[in-house]
């Protein structure tokens, strides 16, 4: 681990390329099924095969989600774009090849803007994936030395995100693809899942002098697959790449492998540059024309982004932080909009999604849309709170059972009889009770503890059950401490 002082040495420089799946029904270039998790090879074709003779056919799909996405990430849309052969060779490679796009990508000169920062996307490009290989010893595979291959994943259409190179901190990085997470997945176009594989990260990294003009050589590290991860690989290479020029060596440029449990990278491949893979036109498709119409048309579908929903939330009364805490999570998010349309507070309502529903969320490793709470079920406890009919603690105390049963609040309280007691010679009585049976609390209040008020409104509390309406509650403890 380097210190402190000689990282402040040297100033770090972070580009990310993130590949994105679309979330399509069918394939980039075929018509198999675009889906995650079934049996190997049961998602193929000829084309994803890459028999001889058979052709590519562009899923126009894939470029509406590329034109959809590109506008969300604040990028222009050329009026022309092309498909290119990258030449490489991988065993889940069928054709020896991969489709993708060079030199005249479907979107360009982008940014995301992270804690007040732009960050600058130089490109984004459609592509389709490779296959998979699984290794022995891996999926329960067991035996002698051997990897087998899963094309299910082949031909998948990929969005490639390319920033440029403007994060100077692991955590600024970590930040951005958060942000971009969040953005292709309100944008509708993935689901942002990095468990899964539909959303990949691989990170370009170098270091130079502070003050230095000059960047340093660049290393990419690749399997990075959570945005803990991302964090962590990137600490590791900054200290590595200091402690190698510290001693007198070279960073070279070279892909390595991030181990998340050996917590270290380690060198693959040198770094091939473009002419490395010998792009040239794809001679099987025309290039595209995308015509003004077609991408006013896209824009028109544009939901709602992470961003004018902070905005909204917090004209609504919402704190900064609590915005950023509802619309990390998209289903969350939409939920809450659903409870916000009935005519629920949004600070009663925000209250109980961050509180008690997302401990419990946690807990049972789960969305809320997997839950028995409806929006009409939260918004009607809301309304019996903001009545009075009940006190804020009680509903705390029924929420879990209308997440779990689906039970709606207002039958809760019926069948139990959490109704609040509202009625002021009642509670006046209590309080007076409560008061008498405490005369050395009494005391000590009137010597300067007054931060005993609490104590006897708890104790009223306790003893209705938590049913006493709190407002009358306060009004008569202090009257009867005077």
């Known amino acids: ?13 972070i580009g990310l390329e993130v590949h994105a799946q679309l979330k399509t029904k069918t394939k980039i270039f075929a018509p198999d099924k675009n889906e995650f998790g079934q049996e190997p090879n049961s998602l193929t074709s000829p084309i994803t095969l890459g028999m001889p003779g058979v052709l590519p ?15 969300a990430l604040n990028c222009e849309i050329p009026a022309r774009c092309k498909f290119d052969r990258k030449q490489y060779f991988y065993p889940d490679l069928p054709k020896g090849y991969q489709i993708s796009q060079y030199d005249e ?31 022995a010893g891996a999926n329960g595979l067991a035996g002698s030395i051997y990897s087998l291959v899963d094309l299910n994943r082949a031909g998948t259409p990929l969005l490639e995100i390319v920033s440029e190179p403007d994060m100077r901190s692991p955590q600024e990085a970590r930040a951005y693809m958060e942000e971009l997470r969040d953005i292709v997945r309100y944008a509708g176009v993935c689901d942002g899942n990095l468990e899964e594989g539909s959303m990949r990260c691989d990170a370009n990294i170098s270091i130079m002098p502070k003050g230095s003009k000059e960047f340093g050589t660049r290393a990419e590290i690749k399997n990075i697959n959570s945005f803990s991860a991302l964090e962590r690989a990137l600490e590791y290479e900054i200290d590595r790449q200091i402690e190698l020029v510290e001693d007198g060596g070279e960073v070279v440029q070279e892909t390595r492998l991030w181990n998340d449990d050996t917590r270290e990278t380690k060198s693959m491949r040198s770094k091939e540059d ?46 900064e932080y609590d915005a950023n805490v509802v619309v990390s999570q998209m289903e ?28 419990y969320l946690k807990e049972n490793h789960c969305e809320i849309n997997n839950t028995k709470l409806t929006p009409e079920n939260l918004a009607e406890l809301i309304s019996l709170i903001e009545k009075g009919t009940i006190s804020n603690n009680i509903g705390k105390q029924i929420i879990i059972e209308m997440v779990t049963d689906g039970t709606k609040a207002s039958v809760i309280v019926d069948k139990k009889g959490l109704s609040q007691i509202s009625d002021e010679g009642a509670i006046k009585d209590m309080v007076r009770k409560i008061i008498d049976s405490h005369p050395n609390e009494v005391e000590a209040y009137k010597n300067g503890k007054t931060n005993l008020l609490g104590f006897f409104v708890g104790q009223v509390m306790k003893e209705t059950k938590g049913r006493a309406n709190p407002q009358t509650v306060n009004k008569f403890v202090r009257e009867f401490l005077k």
């Open 57 to 71: 056919v562009l899923n126009k799909e894939v470029v509406n989600m590329g034109i959809l996405a590109g506008l």
């Open 105 to 135: 990508p479907i979107c360009i000169n982008g940014h995301i803007d992270i804690n007040g920062k732009r960050i600058g996307i130089t490109r984004a490009h459609l592509e389709e994936d490779a296959g998979k290989l699984v290794h």
């Open 332 to 359: 969350q998010a939409l939920f809450f909009d659903k409870v916000l349309e009935l005519g629920a507070n949004p600070k009663t309502a925000v209250n109980f999604l961050t509180g008690e529903i997302t401990a």
């Open 1 to 13: 681990m380097v210190d402190q002082e000689l990282r402040d040495k040297y100033e770090v420089v």
């Open 274 to 319: 473009a002419n490395d893979y010998r792009y040239f036109p794809e001679p099987d498709l025309m290039p595209l024309e995308i015509s003004r119409e077609w991408v006013e048309k896209v824009r028109s579908t544009m939901p709602e982004l992470p961003n004018q929903k902070r905005q909204r939330y917090q004209e609504l009364g919402l704190s």
